[in-house]
């Protein structure tokens, strides 16, 4: 059936008919069709109040009663300038200047940017090369497909990539000592001493690597990286748009290293599910490299939508219940959840578990082994996709244990079928 609507990651050609959600509240997807599903990865990860959240949906109707967008250039509002303030507070110190724009990937791009330009700006020529880590996922536009390292989502631009280098991620999970992270850090030692007259940066995703299988690293090689690159002068970056706001146990996945990278970028969560944006934040450092007498020195990006007034109201809304209503406790009760729930799946088919903060993954032997899955949770009344040969959960905050537990005796069922 010929589509006027192009779906994104679709073979076209393939496309079968669609559910079709009417409505939402809380986890609850509701169909058309009549259905309703538990949804389990909480909208690619960034509905994480849950759906139809009246305090969310009151910040967006008071904001849309004053005005709905005003452009960033030569005005500015007071959601904007609350919503930096509010980042700059809760954020790794030092973080002190934000820079705002409309998705993820564009979030990476602006940070790729700043990084480029810093060196140009202080007058060192010559520094344009990016680092950053095998099975990472940073985005879809250009530069962000630079850093990537997932050919599925780049190999038809592979002629005009200008790529970086790919480093190995640290073996021993999250738990890994010294030893375990030796070979991986002495690996980036390498790299940056050898060619730290022509690197930029080094960005990766902390604790975990979300979309490129869920691996899990262990905090010792961020303290490492940070010294690294501080040692060699070579900027941090690291992307929080999928590890932000509390998903991995903390508010921020560097927290678990207790490290401030040079620049962090943010999204997702950061409106809830509601609308696209996002945030690249800045030290004072890399931010005092932009500044002079002309505009020469400046960083000349510009989202249309950047800072959008209801963008920064529902942010600011959606960060006042994280914190006012405990959630990195619901967090550390979802984690303990999946962790029990994942010692009682005995399976062939698995060769690997992996859970930090409100993600679940299991990875299996063959992606073959997920064929039908999609369809069968459906049937059960589970909105879960797995990625490759990974089955995982990143559930809304606001689940409860029972929407819980039916979610993973799902995924159990399939399993017991492959």
């Known amino acids: 059936m010929e589509s006027t609507l192009w779906y994104p990651y ?10 079709k959600m009417k409505g939402g509240q809380g986890v609850n997807m509701h169909l058309a069709d009549g259905r309703t599903l538990i949804d389990g990865i909480s909208s690619w990860w960034s509905v994480i109040h849950g759906y139809n959240h009246p305090k969310l949906n009151a910040a ?50 602006v940070a790729l940017k700043m990084a480029i330009q810093y060196w140009k700006n202080k007058g060192i020529h010559g520094k344009t090369r990016l680092v950053s880590l095998k099975n990472g996922y940073h985005g879809d536009t250009f530069k962000a497909m630079e850093v990537s390292d997932d050919s599925d989502f780049s190999h038809a631009f592979s002629e005009v990539l200008h790529r970086g280098y790919l480093l190995d991620i640290p073996t021993g999970g999250f738990e890994a000592s010294a030893n375990e992270i030796q070979p991986a850090v002495a690996a980036l030692e390498a790299l940056l001493k050898a060619k730290q007259n022509e690197l930029a940066a080094f960005i990766l995703e902390p604790i975990v690597q979300c979309a490129g299988g869920f691996h899990i690293y262990a905090p010792l090689y961020l303290q490492a990286a940070r010294e690294l690159c501080h040692k060699y002068e070579v900027l941090l970056i690291f992307d929080e748009v999928a590890t932000g706001f509390g ?32 945030a690249t934040l800045a030290t004072t450092e890399v931010y005092n490299s932009f500044l002079g007498d002309d505009r020469s020195k400046a960083l000349m990006h510009g989202p249309t939508f950047m800072a959008n007034a209801l963008a920064c109201s529902v942010a600011l809304k959606g960060i006042q219940i994280l914190e006012e209503e405990n959630y990195l406790e619901k967090i550390s009760g979802i984690e303990a959840i999946i962790r029990r729930e994942f010692d009682a799946i005995h399976s062939d088919a698995v060769t690997h578990k992996r859970i930090i903060g409100a993600i679940g993954a299991l990875e299996l032997k063959d992606a073959a082994m997920l ?48």
Not at 10 to 19: A, D, I, N, S, V
Not at 63 to 92: R, S, Y
Not at 249 to 277: C, N
């Open 10 to 19: 679709t073979q076209m050609k393939q496309l079968g008919e669609l559910p």
């Open 60 to 109: 967006l109707t008071d904001q849309l009663e004053q005005f709905a967008h005003v452009m960033l250039g030569g005005i500015t509002h007071a959601p904007a300038l609350q919503l930096a303030d509010t980042l700059v507070g809760i954020t790794p110190e030092g973080l002190n200047h934000v820079f705002f724009s409309d998705s993820g990937s564009i979030g990476v791009e």
């Open 247 to 278: 998903r991995t146990g903390k508010l921020f996945a560097a927290e678990h290293a207790r490290v401030t990278p040079d620049i962090m970028v943010l999204g997702k969560a950061l409106t809830a599910g509601y609308m696209g944006h996002a």
């Open 371 to 418: 064929n039908g899955f999609k369809a069968f949770a459906m049937d059960q009344g589970a909105w879960l996709r797995p990625i490759g040969n990974v089955v995982y959960v990143m559930p809304a905050y606001i689940i409860a244990e029972a929407e819980l537990v039916k979610l993973i005796a799902v995924i159990r069922a399939w399993l017991t079928r492959v």
